[in-house]
């Protein structure tokens, strides 16, 4: 209902500012089609935001990380269009690591992510997330979230790395190496500087009795730098290495941008130009410099406001060309061309002064006459608050908008000519002071280690009404967790601010701080890195989305015949196996479409979707399944982290020493006293197979891949799942009686024979004189084109062959396995069952289709130990992670409690609680507390 209230308030607003020189011409008709479209693209394609809070902001191998995610649309509403937030780790290089499917419900989610050491290394990590309507507007929409694993400091070195000194183009860098227990580390070492993937130089070094280390190199003069990276391993510890980041930010390494407001530069207007420079480690640069004409008359002078961001203004000529004279870091300089002026065109202005209640919009053009229509448009959170048509007088129109007509974020302004193209943009930001006040109060400043602690929240409005909303509390022990990058990031600073910009943006919550400084750097961050979410162009065409929203879960395909041609009215039959056993049926359209959607909840499982005619059997066709949200999408910029072992601080590494002390004692606990598993009895699982032809019986293989594996190993080919499942399997080469030396399949020491559904295809194969490696290629073509997913088991025969032996060799093998003994030595048997059960001739099962959803991720409480009674306290409770409560709901007083018990040892704990009323606000707030230590 917002969307449209909105929409009546610009309408009826527009009507009534004709005092403004931007103001209604008698014409209505165009501006309220084009407000009219624009509404109707964004209410057809309505854009989804993410946020995640996690408990802290760095991990270690082997910890888990726990989150809150909250799904809304522009308006920061919950969306109702999401059930499912899909939630990857990437690696440092942008591989997707893991991929969790989390549900949610009125916008909300939580969950825990296991950082395993079995697939989590030491580096960056990055976790994106989003949903499957999120996919419409590309990767630039996700959230994304970057942080450092460490490793636990095992085998680690500290390197206090100095300033690297620079001359032109060498290099010279000094670091200290020492160990995690602080001692001095004197080392043969092996270096390698390598840019972008290539290394630059090798050699040896050696640290002196300080345990510093002194390299000298050159760079390329013409190589642009990326990710420069000096690499020191131990000479005679190979295991033991260190990564150091470094950066030089040579002239020609550091990019500087200019960006006039609303687009080009146009001669004859004044211009407010936006600019940022940024080090090839993709961090702000700070700069200082002027701007001169061709004639060397200084116009403006450059200097950097934050984070290599600035602004000036220049009032340019015809004929006149403008160059930037840059001073960077270190004294060296640059010299960069501004953009050409065009000489005739139209510039969108907009001076909006933090404390003022309006701001004013100057369109400008050099070439009108005042005879045609022009349109301003201003669109917030999706919403056109502001429209208005007019004509220009004198190259010049403005207006004083008042800021009321626009709700807290970034408004974004649009100036179209007659036809509806655009012509100009400009993003403000609109500051009406309205986010959630939280308040976190406790009955005491002080508590005792193992104190049970209440923590009192209270949630109002701007006006003071309490407020009913969604909120997430972590806390955090400060002697172990630095909590600045949790607060400079938060569920404010994203949704308002930088969910809509596009790049890296440095401390977020930085811009939204209400002083003039902060103001300033907000208006140079939106004209550098301020962008369009949609192409202006799209709301004349058909809306077609390429991605569903998942309200809820479903199942969709199509039934086609030999033909490819679509089956209509056929029965689909869909059968789960998995943690919950369920069967569905419905009936296709006249396009060959079915659609399942009423699902129970269910984890892991299995579908089976056959197709049947009239008569209940199975038809003699295919199957395809919409699951383009079961595969990841592409990844877009790689997170570059500095190592937590670089100039680290003591914060960051008593948090390393003591996560690893809390876990190796967390898991001696688990395992009792003295940290010894009880004996374990390897019992040998005979599974059964289904259908299974095996001669030894069911159950009586030596090992056996069962539908569930085949079914997980989804389209793989079942070659790739017996080389990587069945024991001892491999490819060798064997010398024949012919003395012919040809490669071979075995399992340890026996060739193997590969029988499906009790055919062996060895029946079947017929030699071609002189070939080398005949037979082999012969069973891999077998192998390599049926897909795992049709393959209901494989059984491993590797023992007691001689029933398989007497039905498949000939009377010579025959006679040479018998002579073997009992064990049949030469070959082993795979009994292979599909699930069409006639043998090695098809591909797949005609009208069955496997399918195997992602599966929701398992929900874990977060762990709350529990001191009810006072004892001694033995130092063994080293939690960094104090409290983490996800699903914090106030009441109609804007009230919750919610209580946890301190750790063990004296520290300063930070409470962060952010969240939303789901409705348009969120808020961010933090609170100190002191532990004392034992009473």
């Given amino acids: 209902m917002q969307k449209i209230s909105f929409l009546f308030k610009t309408i009826f607003l527009a009507n009534f500012i004709a005092a403004s020189a931007i103001a209604q011409t008698p014409a209505q008709g165009n501006i309220n089609q084009l407000i009219s479209k624009i509404t109707t693209y964004n209410s057809s394609m309505p854009v989804e935001k993410a946020f995640l809070q996690f408990d802290k902001p760095y991990y270690s191998a082997g910890d888990t990380l726990w989150f809150k995610g909250y799904i809304m649309n522009e ?73 450092y694993i460490n490793n636990g400091g095992n085998n680690t070195w500290l390197v206090n790395m100095r300033q690297p000194e620079i001359s032109g183009n060498d290099v ?52 642009p730098l990326k990710n420069l990276t000096v690499v020191v391993q131990d ?127 100057s369109a400008f053009n ?67 002071a309205d986010n959630l006040k939280i308040d976190l109060k406790t009955d ?63 401390d977020p919550a930085y811009y939204l701080q209400h002083n003039e400084q902060s103001w300033k750097a907000l208006d140079a961050l939106l004209l550098t890195q301020g962008w369009v979410g949609y192409d202006q162009k799209k709301i004349n065409q058909p809306v077609k989305p390429a991605f569903d929203p998942e309200i809820k879960f479903t199942v969709k395909g199509t039934v086609t015949n030999l033909f490819n041609k679509p089956v209509s009215n056929s029965r689909v039959v869909l059968l789960s196996k998995g943690d919950e056993n369920f069967e569905r049926d419905t009936v296709t359209d006249k396009m060959g479409k079915f659609e399942f959607n009423r699902f129970p909840q269910f984890g892991k499982t299995t579908f089976a979707i056959s197709a049947v005619n009239e008569r209940g059997k199975i038809i003699n066709g295919g199957i395809s399944i919409d699951e383009k949200n079961q595969s990841p999408v592409s990844a877009g910029s790689t997170t570059n982290l500095d190592p937590w072992n670089i100039n680290t601080d003591n914060v960051v590494l008593n948090y390393v020493k003591l996560d690893r002390t809390y876990h190796d004692s967390t898991d001696k606990r688990q395992y009792g006293v003295n940290g010894h598993l009880l004996k ?115 059984e491993v025969n590797y023992s007691a062959n001689t029933r398989y032996n007497a039905q498949n060799l000939n009377s010579d093998d025959l006679l040479a396995a018998n002579a073997a003994g009992p064990r049949g030595a030469d070959y082993a048997y795979l009994e292979i069952t599909t699930r069409a059960g006639i043998g090695p001739f098809i591909q797949r099962a005609a009208g069955i289709y496997i399918y195997k959803p992602l599966p929701l991720a398992e929900y874990k409480q977060f762990y709350r130990p529990r001191y009810p009674v006072k004892g001694i306290i033995n130092n063994s409770d080293l939690r960094s992670t104090i409290h983490w409560s996800p699903n914090i709901i106030t009441d109609k007083n804007g009230m919750s409690t919610i209580s946890f018990y301190a750790a063990d040892k004296p520290a300063n704990y930070t409470i962060i609680c952010e969240g939303s009323d789901m409705n348009g606000k969120a808020g961010i707030q933090t609170a100190q507390i002191t532990i004392n230590g034992a009473k």
């Fill in 172 to 223: 010279k860098i000094g670091a200290k190496f020492s160990g995690v227990d602080g001692k001095t580390a004197a080392n043969d070492l092996l270096v390698k500087v390598i840019n972008n993937k290539k290394v630059l130089l090798r050699n040896t070094a050696q640290t002196g009795p300080d345990g510093m280390m002194n390299v000298n190199f050159s760079l390329p003069q013409q190589t």
């Fill in 235 to 361: 000479k005679n510890d190979k295991t033991r290495s260190a990564l150091i980041p470094v950066k030089v930010n040579r002239p020609q390494d550091v990019d500087i941008q200019f960006m006039p407001e609303s687009g080009p530069i146009v001669a004859g207007i004044p211009s407010h130009i936006g600019f940022k420079a940024i080090g090839e480690d993709g961090k702000g640069v700070a700069i200082e410099g002027s701007v001169y004409d061709n004639d060397r008359n200084e116009l403006a002078k450059i200097n950097t406001l934050r984070y290599g961001m600035g602004t000036f203004d220049i009032a340019t000529l015809p004929n006149k060309t403008y160059t930037a004279e840059i001073s960077l870091p270190g004294g060296e300089k640059k010299t960069i061309p501004l953009p050409v002026p065009l000489k005739t065109g139209s510039v969108l202005t907009v001076r909006n002064a933090m404390d003022k209640d309006t701001m004013t919009v």
């Fill in 680 to 794: 374990t009895v390897d019992i040998k699982d005979h599974a059964i197979v289904r259908n299974s032809k095996n001669l030894n019986e069911p159950g009586e293989a030596d090992q056996t891949l069962t539908e569930d594996e085949m079914v997980n190993a989804g389209k793989a080919t079942l070659l790739d799942v017996i080389m990587s499942k069945v024991k001892y399997f491999h490819a060798s080469f064997y010398k024949d009686s012919s003395k012919q030396t040809n490669m071979e399949y075995f399992i340890k020491d026996k060739r193997v024979h590969f029988v499906f559904d009790g055919i062996d295809i060895q029946r079947f194969y017929v030699p071609v004189s002189g070939q080398p490696n005949e037979h082999y290629d012969y069973q891999k073509q077998y192998l390599d084109n049926i897909s795992a997913e049709d393959i209901l088991g494989v």
């Fill in 444 to 506: 005491a400043p002080v508590y005792a280690a193992r104190d049970s602690i209440p923590v009192h929240i209270t949630v109002k409005n701007e006006t003071g009404q309490p407020v009913i909303g969604s909120f997430s509390l972590a806390v955090t022990d400060d002697s172990q967790v630095k909590t600045e990058a949790a607060v400079s990031d938060n569920i404010v600073s994203n949704l308002l601010l930088t969910s809509d910009l596009k790049g890296y943006i440095e």
């Fill in 75 to 147: 308006s920061l509403e919950y969306s109702p269009l999401s059930s499912r937030l899909y939630v990857e780790l990437l690696n440092d290089s942008n591989a997707v690591v893991k991929r969790f499917v989390f549900p949610a419900s009125l916008g909300l989610t939580w969950g825990s992510i296991p950082l395993n050491r079995q697939y989590v290394r030491e580096g960056t990590y990055t976790i994106r997330a989003y949903t499957n309507w999120m996919r419409n507007f590309g990767d630039d929409y996700f959230f994304k979230k970057g942080f």
């Fill in 366 to 432: 050099t070439t009108e006459t005042g005879n045609n229509k022009y349109y301003l448009v201003g669109i917030s959170r999706g919403v056109v608050c502001y429209g208005a048509s007019f004509v220009f007088s004198n190259n010049h129109s403005s207006a004083k908008i008042p800021k009321k007509l626009f709700p807290t974020g970034i408004a974004h302004f649009i100036l179209l000519n007659a036809a509806g193209e655009p012509l100009n943009e400009r993003l403000t930001f609109i500051d009406h």
